[in-house]
């Protein structure tokens, strides 16, 4: 399985970006479907993640101005985000999980996008 992260760049604080994140490849079924972050030194954390029945949450650094959302058809989770802050800058990737016949769970990485949000 193959992850494809895009939409990343550099924003102005108050600025919106979409990420977009596809998975391909061997896909039997498609489980949670998540976006972390990571900034240089720290420990990559979870933003959001929506499950296969649409439901989702959000980290509280990000409530009420992120918004995570998938297309089943497409294997695609997105990422809007938007009144970004300077803080919002990091490395976001996003994480897949796969099922399998025999209840067999799998977890893939995208190879992450860098967001600047800086003026």
């Known amino acids: 399985v193959q992850l494809q992260a895009s939409g990343g760049g550099l924003v102005q604080p108050g600025g919106s970006l979409r990420l977009s994140c596809s998975a391909s490849?061997?896909?039997?079924?498609?489980?949670?479907m998540a976006w972390y972050r990571q900034t240089p030194g720290k420990q990559r954390d979870l933003v959001a993640r929506?499950?296969?029945?649409?439901?989702?949450g959000y980290a509280d650094s990000v409530k009420e101005r992120f918004a995570i959302s998938r297309d089943n058809a497409k294997n695609t989770v997105y990422l809007q985000m938007n009144s970004l802050k300077p803080e919002d800058t990091a490395v976001y990737y996003c994480?897949?999980?796969?099922?399998?016949?025999?209840?067999?769970?799998?977890?893939?990485w995208g190879q992450g996008t860098l967001v600047t949000v800086s003026s």
């Open positions: 994480n897949v999980q796969t099922l399998a016949p025999y209840s067999r769970v799998y977890y893939h």
């Open positions: 490849g061997s896909i039997f079924s498609v489980g949670d």
């Open positions: 929506v499950s296969s029945d649409g439901s989702s």
